[in-house]
């Protein structure tokens, strides 16, 4: 299973807040079997997170009660047959390697609403920009 959403970071750019973030996320998403991205573009995070359906929707109410990320938005909820970070625990990029407003605008991707399909290919674009 799959599950991407949206959200405002509450939390400085960077900061120690962000780094432990990362760090949790890696830790517990190794030790569940979840694989996948989170992307901060300004204030806000989108985060791809895949894996068992159990460990998804756990992972994914912690998400939602951390006080974090405000304003907690589904943007596609799936089934998936292959996973799309496999090697990744939490691949992590910002606008600042790579722009998701940016990318949308060289791809004709709209962002008002955002497509999970569009969100998902420029994740992918920033994992292969990391190996």
Request: aromatic share 10%; with cysteine; net charge neutral.
């Amino acid at each position: 299973m799959a599950i991407l959403y949206r959200s405002e970071a509450l939390t400085p750019k960077g900061g120690a807040a962000e780094r432990a973030i990362l760090a949790t996320s890696r830790a517990k998403n190794g030790a569940a079997g979840l694989t996948g991205f989170l992307h901060r573009e300004s204030d806000i995070y989108y985060q791809w997170l895949e894996g068992p359906e159990a460990e998804v929707l756990k992972a994914f109410d912690r998400i939602r009660s951390d006080n974090r990320h405000g304003d907690v938005e589904v943007l596609d909820r799936q089934q998936v047959a292959t996973r799309s970070f496999p090697t990744w625990s939490m691949g992590y990029g910002t606008s600042k390697t790579t722009s998701l407003f940016d990318w949308a605008a060289d791809h004709d991707a709209p962002l008002h609403p955002p497509r999970a399909t569009d969100i998902l290919a420029f994740m992918k674009a920033c994992a292969e920009q990391q190996k």
